[in-house]
């Protein structure tokens, strides 16, 4: 999955059939991700994300996602 590829493995998975939720956690952000299988092909797609930080502002999401792919590469 592209997902992985790009931030590696999460830091918890739920199963909400029909989908699921992968959270990553660094420090404090932390990136949800819904995903929901595509009908025909039952592959798993991101739906929805929501990236949240200490301070929750369009900065501080940015600088968490930032973070987020930066822990993915060092970690590969």
């Known amino acids: 999955m592209e ?5 590696g493995a999460p830091t ?5 059939p029909p989908g699921k939720r992968w959270r990553y956690q660094e420090g404090q952000c932390t990136l ?3 995903l929901y299988p595509d009908v ?3 592959q798993f797609g ?3 994300y929501e990236v949240k930080s ?3 502002t369009d900065e501080g999401r940015r600088v968490c996602m ?11």
């Open 32 to 34: 949800d991700v819904q």
């Open 3 to 7: 997902l992985r590829a790009m931030l």
């Open 40 to 42: 025909r092909t039952k």
């Open 66 to 76: 930032a973070q987020l792919q930066s822990r993915a590469q060092t970690r590969q």
């Open 12 to 16: 918890s998975e739920e199963d909400r």
């Open 54 to 56: 200490d301070d929750n």
């Open 46 to 48: 991101v739906l929805a």
